[in-house]
């Protein structure tokens, strides 16, 4: 429960207001939901240069941390410092790794003390145009939030930092070269503070941006042979309404969580796939039981965000506890409608869970459609955003 307190601390940090909380805490169902109200934002017509294709949208950006070059590069900089982690080994790097879209190839990921996290460490692709940060939470809407969690939280430890910041604090202030820094991003008289720790590092997620796949350049670009016929064909089965996939992976950001600057109304949006059914009522493994564990609501059971899957080639193992090995596994559960798990535990039969979304009803692919499929999902793999050298670690 320490984490809750950390939650609650987080949350009433940020000025996250009371009534959007309730709103929004009570959805999690499978129709679009707006949410109404959000804190007071910029769109920053500003001077920063977000290198994005021009038929992008910009993400959207909280009014009280402006983007700015210098910013950016002091997040980075936090983003892969291994001081802050209670072992001086650990960075938020540690678990998101560029090469893999900035998730970490593991089932689940072990902490700086090994403690290991119940979820599989996410792509940090465009987090900066998600509605709603993690897997299944729906109070997470805010990056800034977000990071304290593994910086700070103690259910698991990640990072481990909780009551060390005055250390961490005193670790920056004597670095010369974090001084400057932080003189620099913030016109601040004492400018090294966990809150600008925090915006730092938001704004250089702000930056994890990814159009430029083969599809990218297909679809937007005009590029008419940038992707094979295959992967046209698979487009077409993915946004078809018998695989349905794109009711839920939909849009910019292939999310239905997902907002930008010229979001008409910002959808937050949770969905069971049926992935489980222990117990014939659609029982989740009691350590990962969806936005259910914050609602407290029977109906929120399993139901987790949709990820993006750009650049999902590179991020496996798939789904809220990397359950999944390959994106032949995923298309086989959705197929199924719904995983069967014959033994063990987690026996059960999950096209028969009751919670699951009426969306996921199963389908049959021939061999060849199968491939079509794969070959459209592997053209969301964008070379230039897993080695541009920006995002990268500054100290190698
Ligand atoms: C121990 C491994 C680990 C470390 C260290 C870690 N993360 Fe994560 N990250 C995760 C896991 C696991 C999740 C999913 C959490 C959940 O759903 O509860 C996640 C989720 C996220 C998300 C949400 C992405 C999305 O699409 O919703 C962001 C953003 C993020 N991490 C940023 C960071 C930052 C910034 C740091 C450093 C301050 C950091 N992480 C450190 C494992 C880690
Ligand atoms: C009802 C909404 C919905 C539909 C329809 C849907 N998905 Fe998903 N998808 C999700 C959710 C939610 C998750 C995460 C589930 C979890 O972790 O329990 C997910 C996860 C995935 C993942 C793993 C992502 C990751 O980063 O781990 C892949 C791959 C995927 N979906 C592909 C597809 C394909 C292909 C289709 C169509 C055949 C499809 N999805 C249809 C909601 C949906």
Redesign the pocket.
């Known amino acids: 429960m320490r984490s809750r307190r950390w939650l609650t601390w987080i949350l009433l940090g940020f000025c996250v207001c009371g009534l959007a909380i309730g709103a929004e805490a009570a959805l999690g169902h499978d129709s679009p939901s707006g949410a109404g109200s959000f804190e007071p934002t910029t769109t920053q017509a500003d001077a920063f240069d977000w290198q994005l294709p021009s038929w992008v949208p910009r993400p959207v950006v909280p009014a009280d941390n402006p983007m700015t070059a210098a910013k950016v590069e002091l997040g980075r900089h ?2 892969y410092e291994p001081r ?2 209670v072992t001086g080994d ?7 790794l560029q090469h893999l879209a ?1 998730a ?1 190839g593991k089932t ?5 003390t090994g403690e290991v ?11 900066g145009y ?1 509605s ?6 729906p109070l ?1 809407q805010h ?1 800034e939030q ?6 700070f939280g103690e259910e ?1 430890v ?2 481990g930092m909780a009551g060390r910041e005055n250390e961490l604090l005193q670790t920056l202030q004597t670095d010369s070269d974090y001084q400057q820094r932080f003189q620099t991003a913030f016109d601040d008289v004492n400018p090294v503070t966990v809150r600008n720790i925090s915006l730092a ?2 704004a ?2 702000r930056t994890l941006n990814s159009f430029n796949s083969p599809y990218d350049r297909y679809r937007y670009g005009g590029e008419a042979t940038a992707i094979s016929d295959s992967a046209k064909r698979g487009e077409v089965l993915f946004n078809s309404e018998r695989l349905e996939c794109f009711h839920c992976h939909s849009g910019l950001n292939f999310s239905d969580s997902a907002r930008h600057e010229r979001s008409g109304f910002i959808e937050i949006a949770f969905h069971n796939t049926g992935l489980y059914n222990l117990d014939g009522n659609g029982a989740y493994p009691p350590d990962n039981i969806g936005v259910k564990e914050i609602t407290h609501e029977a109906a929120d059971m399993g139901k987790f ?1 949709a ?2 899957l750009r650049n999902i080639e590179v991020t496996a193992p798939y789904m ?1 506890d990397g359950s999944v090995a390959t994106l032949e596994e995923a298309i086989a559960h959705y197929a199924a409608g719904g995983r069967t798990i014959e033994t063990g535990p987690d026996a059960g039969v999950g096209s028969q869970n009751p919670l699951k979304s009426h969306f996921i009803q199963g389908f049959t692919l021939t061999d060849a459609e199968k491939q079509d499929l794969l070959a459209f999902l592997r053209s969301l793999t964008d070379e230039t955003f897993l080695t541009n050298p920006q995002l990268s670690s500054p100290f190698e």
């Open positions: 936090l983003f802050l982690s650990f960075s938020c790097a540690t678990c998101h900035f970490d689940l990921p072990a902490g700086a996290h119940p979820r599989n460490s996410m792509s940090l692709t465009n987090v998600n709603v940060q993690t897997w299944a939470n997470m990056l977000q990071l304290l969690v593994p910086l698991p990640e990072l590092i938001a250089f997620e965000r990820p993006t809220h």
